[in-house]
């Protein structure tokens, strides 16, 4: 379980290709404080597991659904992801409840400064609209945001200047993609209800 709270950007080290799947090496910093071997990371939203470690960078593994599901099938060296360790249970709850399982990737519509915090604008896939709500959370790329506005087709967040800066964020622009983790309770009411209905 994560909070959303990005603890720093990485880079993308080294890519090899497998019969199974993608293996990645993430150059960080902060997040190899305490790592260890089979510790969780995510990794622009998508919960990973350390393979392997040093003192520079990290190993993990992506398996052909997470290949399928998110775009880190697609990214190459020098390319950058936001990085957060596990919440540890004695720590601070910042954000919200993400479990860094992406549900899907949208799509960055616009980017807009605004004064000096920025406006997101992104479209969303069919059938996730019902997920997301004005004034509800969203997780971005691993990072906790609170949907400012809400249309039929998509939504926008605004971004502080620290996350702009902190995250990978600052590399997006139109048309690139993002990985879409919904409020986890939506899904529970959603279920719940659909049980209640039968």
Known sequence: MFTGIVEETGTVADVTVTDDGRRLRIAGDEVLADVDHGASISVSGVCLTVEAYDE????VFLASETV???YLGEVGVGDVVNLER???ADGRFDG???QGHVDTTATVRSVEPVGEDWRFEFDLPEGFGRYVVEKGSVTLDGISLTVADRDEDGFAVAI???TYDLTNLSEKAPGDPVHLEVDVVA???ENMLDDAAV
Do not use: C, L, Q
Request: hydrophobic share 35%; no cysteine.
């Open 56 to 59: 520079t960078s990290f190993e």
């Open 68 to 70: 399928e599901k998110t």
């Open 86 to 88: 596990a919440m540890p």
């Open 96 to 98: 919200h409840v993400v």
């Open 160 to 162: 502080v200047p620290t």
């Open 187 to 189: 899904k529970y009411v």
